[in-house]
């Protein structure tokens, strides 16, 4: 079975797997380390944390959206976001812990009992963005694994899975596609070393390739490598979210 195949309950396994990784990263922290810089330019240890716990309530709300019928928002607003994450990032470890923890719970309780026929029910995300409910799983797992690089305390981009790899490396290439402006990003392609997989990013034809493992090419297209280990030229590129 491949990632783009892959059904709710394969991703919630997949989400559990890499919450529990996440919780485990967590343990190893401590209030001091808390407050130190993340891998986000102007965020925290603690701002990562809060956005965490906050986006698996956030995502709660568009499951219950999909099972009741009710229309519940993501966010209320994107300045109650906002505001949240800075409230929530100087709270102790301790707090922290237990509120990622409880988050996490809550929308996997709501996650795994979701009757089969509301997967099929279409939402909207922060941005407006209609989807369909069996798409959330995937939301909450790439919070969780790219935030996990994030918060920057050992896990990298190559312990990213295979397979969440190979599902948004693809993704990313059409999100960027649609961003990139010629005169200031030239079209080129994308070549992974290790996995067969080959893409253009941009429009028309590729003016060079840039080369390397499926999940260094994907860090770099998500802003969260300079693309040191990767060979080619590296234009400028837009930001991916």
Do not use: C
């Amino acid at each position: 079975m491949t990632s783009e195949t892959a059904t709710p309950t394969d991703l919630l396994t997949q989400v559990a797997a890499s919450t529990a990784r996440f919780d485990t990263a967590i343990g190893t922290l401590t209030d001091a380390a808390l407050a130190e810089p993340s891998q986000l330019p102007g965020w925290t240890r603690g701002h990562v944390l809060a956005h965490l716990s906050r986006n698996a309530d956030s995502l709660l709300n568009l499951l219950l959206w999909a099972r009741t019928g009710v229309e519940i928002p993501q966010y209320p607003s994107g300045a109650v976001r906002d505001a949240d994450i800075v409230a929530g990032a100087p709270r102790s470890l301790e707090v922290q812990h237990a509120d990622f923890t409880a988050s996490a719970h809550r929308w996997q309780a709501v996650a795994t009992t979701m009757p089969a026929a509301d997967w099929h029910t279409v939402v909207r995300n922060r941005q407006g963005g209609e989807l369909t409910a069996d798409q959330i799983p995937w939301m909450r797992l790439r919070e969780t694994e790219i935030h996990h690089v994030d918060l920057d305390v050992g896990y990298t981009p190559a312990d990213w899975p295979a397979a969440f790899v190979a599902r948004l490396l693809p993704e990313a290439v059409i999100d960027l596609s649609a961003k990139v402006l010629p005169a200031a990003t030239p079209t080129f392609d994308i070549q992974s070393t290790d996995t067969d997989f080959i893409a253009t990013v941009g429009p028309g034809r590729p003016h060079h390739t840039v080369l390397g493992p499926a999940s260094a090419l994907l860090a770099w297209l998500l802003g969260r490598s300079s693309g040191s280990d990767l060979t080619g030229p590296l234009p400028p590129l837009p930001a991916w979210k």
